[in-house]
């Protein structure tokens, strides 16, 4: 019986050794994670506008190198990044010039689309620019896009994806609402304006995140990341007008694209 423990002993301390010596030891090789194939799509909320530090080589798409997709990245062991996401991109640019990198080993796509193709950009430059009642306006002809319009672009993109990437997990991003309401500026727009401008928020990231339950895929709301860092919030995480660089202007700031989105996309992916 002595003996018996004895090579017992001696086989399990041999085991451990080779083990050791291997690196495959059972915590070692249950922590290994599989590489992933990532592509990131979309607009200016994706390409990183308003972060700084972009690219030289994207040119006017102005990927930056602090925009989340970026910064998931070079957080995850991967097999291979694309990073196609453009500033001013609609739902036919993505469709168009961005799915490229897509392939059936593809595992992961993350997307924002939608704003422009709804006049993010137009709605905010009457609202800044014009009257209350123009502003007002301005926001319910884009509620009327979304309504009439949206649903069947958002499908020509997520069935594109799905055509080019039949097994990668989709996770489409949301926008913030811009504003906390009964806040700090004590200028620009009035607080009816931003009430509607926050309400437009919502109501596009609602048909957004319709479609895509629709196909089968993961929407992710940042609404709740960025609260209590809206403009008006004094920590903002968001740009408001900004006259020097006019693109920057209700884009997320780099602590925007670290604190808001990137979490938000990591708790999805």
Same mark, same amino acid.
């Given at each position: 019986m002595k003996l018996s423990r004895a090579a017992a002993l001696s086989s399990s301390l041999l085991l451990g050794v080779v083990l050791a010596l291997?690196?495959?030891?059972? +915590?070692? +090789?249950?922590?290994?994670?599989?590489?992933?194939?990532?592509?990131?799509?979309?607009?200016?909320?994706?390409?990183?506008?308003?972060? $700084?530090?972009?690219?030289?080589?994207s040119g006017n798409c102005k990927r930056s190198t602090r925009a989340y997709p970026r910064l998931w990245a070079n957080a995850h062991s991967l097999s291979s990044f694309a990073f196609t996401a453009?500033?001013?991109?609609?739902? $036919?640019?993505?469709?168009?010039? /961005? =799915?490229?990198? =897509?392939?059936?080993?593809?595992d992961l796509v993350s997307i924002t689309? $939608?704003?422009?193709?709804?006049? *993010?950009s137009d709605v905010m430059t009457t609202c800044v620019l /014009?009257?209350?009642?123009?502003?007002?306006?301005?926001?319910? /002809?884009?509620?009327?896009?979304?309504?009439?319009?949206?649903?069947?672009?958002?499908?020509?993109?997520?069935? +594109?994806?799905?055509?080019?990437?039949?097994? +990668?997990? !989709?996770? !489409?991003?949301?926008?913030?609402? *811009?504003?906390? =309401?009964?806040?700090?500026?004590?200028?620009g727009l009035s607080e009816n304006e931003r009430i509607a401008i926050n309400g437009a928020a919502d109501y596009l990231n609602a048909a957004i995140a319709k479609r895509a339950a629709d196909h089968g895929y993961d929407f992710a709301d940042v609404?709740?990341? *960025?609260?209590?860092?809206?403009?008006?919030?004094?920590?903002?995480?968001?740009?408001?007008?900004?006259?020097?660089?006019?693109?920057?202007?209700?884009h997320p700031t780099a602590a925007g694209q670290s604190g808001g989105y990137l979490p938000v996309l990591t708790s999805h992916a």
């Open positions: 291997s690196g495959a030891g059972p +915590a070692q +090789a249950g922590s290994t994670a599989p590489s992933v194939d990532y592509v990131a799509l979309g607009d200016s909320y994706s390409s990183g506008v308003g972060a $700084g530090s972009y690219d030289s080589t453009c500033s001013g991109a609609r739902t $036919g640019d993505v469709t168009g010039s /961005q =799915l490229g990198p =897509l392939t059936s080993a593809t689309v $939608g704003g422009n193709d709804a006049g *993010f /014009q009257s209350e009642s123009s502003c007002l306006s301005r926001i319910a /002809q884009a509620r009327a896009y979304v309504d009439s319009t949206l649903p069947g672009q958002l499908d020509s993109v997520y069935n +594109a994806i799905r055509t080019r990437a039949p097994a +990668a997990q !989709v996770v !489409v991003l949301g926008y913030p609402r *811009f504003y906390k =309401l009964n806040g700090s500026c004590a200028a609404v709740p990341a *960025f609260t209590g860092h809206e403009i008006c919030s004094g920590a903002a995480w968001l740009h408001s007008v900004n006259w020097l660089n006019i693109g920057d202007s209700y």
